[in-house]
């Protein structure tokens, strides 16, 4: 990856910090502005107003916002005084190269909960509650290679009978999406080691691309993804932790919540924390629910009240409009064949592919959408001119990714926390004695859409969006 320009800041002293105290916890926030030439400035506790993290299903990348106290215009014409290092640590202007980043470490009790460097993508000066605030949005600094490098790629790059010299067919030697993708990744970060390879899995898709002239990495990115089919034949989620991408289908980060090792289920990674719903109920109300014995009955649950989270249930006509069926019909040209895959693009093929049978009790549970059968002729057509066989998926994978759209939702807030990231997911639970049968398929795994987390004077919270997979039979 491309060097990250070194602010003018002597590492060997600790970083002045803005102290937090939310919800009973101390934290240190520091974040600077930096730029390409050196320059930065920290933000002190009479700048800071907020900054705020967000993690979504439809982005592998962590984005948000940082917003400073204006008066005076503050951001442009004074400086902090810090005595011998204020010539390092109170200005930076702006050059509109691009280069210009947000450095920002969070810790409580020594421990580091944050420590990143963000590129800043565009700022606004606004007024909120009579403040003049500017804002600043930023999101990972690896996004800056895709987004702003302009390099000639095809998958003639990667075709393995074009680097043995063999005479290929243009457009039609198409080479594994997985590796196209992972391709285009390495070749425009630079780094060798940028795809997290234990997390990766190439699938079955295949795809034939070139990069238009002049369009970001981001375009091929886009229509790699389109392309995509699993291993287990389903849609693919790509993600970026710790410097790494991950590629993985919603089915396998399903089948990894946990596993049995020695006769003991061990949570996976994926896994970001239990909640329990409280309503009131002093009842004891006992379950043998496989779940919950994962958990164990001493486990620590974050309290949500429940007049602090709001559900919405799937939406009544979903099967008749977002959720209808996806019927792929294929025109193969060599060939001059057309294959109508009518088996494709249905709930039941969703639900096949789902995974949600790995999940405690699986054998209890199906989908959270029943199928309509009444108007199972509602449909959407979609023409694809394809010879691949793995085309025949590509139905039931739009219609997997609109679920996380449709499926019954819960959104809350808690005390902060950015590991709750999105494309993970959470256990949920309920002390309600008596139940109706929405009550009833509230206890189980979440899967988590967006984290907005908020951090500010007094402030420490994360606002969570999750929809629910399963639902009993």
């Not at 790629?153 to 993708?181: F, M, P």
Request: aromatic fraction near 10%; glycine fraction near 6%.
């Amino acid at each position: 990856m491309a060097d990250i320009p070194q602010a003018k800041i002597k590492a060997a002293t600790d970083f002045p910090f803005v102290s937090i105290n939310a919800n009973g916890t101390e934290y240190e926030v520091t974040a600077f502005l930096f730029n390409s030439r050196g320059e930065a400035r920290y933000i002190d506790s009479t700048s800071l107003s907020q900054i705020v993290l967000e993690t979504n299903h439809d982005t592998p990348f962590l984005l948000g916002s940082m917003s400073i106290n204006d008066e005076q215009n503050s951001t442009t014409i004074n400086k902090v005084d810090f005595g011998p290092n204020a010539a390092a640590l109170s200005e930076i202007n702006s050059y509109g190269d691009g280069e210009e980043f947000i450095k920002i470490l969070i810790k409580s009790n020594n421990q580091k909960i944050l420590e990143k460097i963000f590129i800043i993508t565009n700022s606004e000066k606004t007024v909120q509650d009579n403040n003049k605030l500017t804002v600043y949005f930023f999101i990972d600094v690896v996004y800056s290679h895709f987004a702003n490098k302009r390099k000639i790629w095809t998958t003639d790059l990667l075709n393995e009978k074009l680097q043995q010299k063999v005479v290929i067919n243009t457009g039609r030697d198409k080479v594994n999406s997985g590796r196209a993708l992972k391709d285009v990744l390495t070749y425009f970060s630079d780094d060798p080691n940028i795809i997290d390879e234990k997390n990766w899995d190439d699938g079955i898709g295949t795809v034939y691309y070139s990069l238009p002239a002049g369009e970001p990495a981001l375009t091929a990115i886009e229509e790699i993804m389109k392309t995509y089919v699993s291993s287990d034949e389903s849609g693919g989620v790509l993600t970026y932790y710790n410097g790494q991408f991950q590629l993985q289908s919603i089915r396998s980060k399903t089948n990894k919540i946990y596993k049995n090792t020695n006769k003991q289920k061990i949570l996976g990674n994926n896994f970001a924390g239990g909640f329990k719903v409280s309503a009131g109920d002093n009842r004891v109300s006992y379950t043998n629910k496989e779940a919950s014995s994962i958990l164990g009955n001493h486990y620590s649950y974050i309290p949500i009240d429940i007049n602090e989270i709001l559900f919405a249930d799937v939406n009544f006509n979903a099967t008749l409009e977002e959720l209808d069926k996806k019927e792929i019909i294929q025109f193969d040209a060599e060939a001059k064949q057309i294959t109508i895959h009518s088996d494709q693009g249905t709930i039941p093929a969703v639900q096949a592919r789902s995974g949600i049978e790995s999940l405690p009790d699986g054998e209890n549970i199906q989908l959270n959408i029943d199928e309509n059968k009444k108007f199972n002729n509602t449909k959407t057509k979609i023409f694809t001119m394809a010879d691949e066989s793995t085309t025949r998926y590509h139905g039931t994978i739009q219609l997997q990714k609109q679920l996380l759209n449709s499926l019954t939702k819960a959104n809350f807030s808690c005390f902060g926390d950015i590991n709750i990231a999105a494309n993970k997911f959470i256990y949920m639970t309920l002390d309600l004695n008596t139940r109706n049968k929405f009550a009833n398929k509230i206890p189980g795994f979440w899967y988590v859409t967006k984290n907005l987390t908020t951090i500010g004077p007094s402030q420490f919270s994360s606002a969570i969006e999750c929809v629910k997979l399963d639902k009993p039979k």
